[in-house]
């Protein structure tokens, strides 16, 4: 948990400054045998963190690829 919140922070510093992110969210074989939804479960919990920090999410996940997603976060959009 700390170490994602790390990584979160550093992320919404990026998206602060205006840079876009691509993160992907991997799982090993056996987290996945343990728990086969823990790819999931850490990618909502990302997008969670990021609420409010970004702006269109666009996913570019591989087909038939169950062990990570792979998505690029746009900085917020500033409305004039």
């Not at 691509?22 to 987290?31: D, E, H, M, S």
């Not at 969670?48 to 702006?55: F, K, N, P, T």
């Amino acid at each position: 948990v700390h170490d994602l919140e790390m990584k979160m922070k550093k992320v919404r510093g990026f998206l602060k400054d205006g840079h876009s992110v691509r993160l992907q969210v991997l799982a090993k074989r056996g987290n996945l045998q343990k728990n086969p939804d823990a790819v999931q479960e850490t990618t909502l919990k990302v997008l969670d963190a990021l609420d409010g920090h970004v702006g269109p999410i666009q996913m570019s996940n591989k087909p038939g690829n169950p062990n990570s997603h792979t998505f690029t976060c746009a900085p917020p959009v500033v409305s004039k």
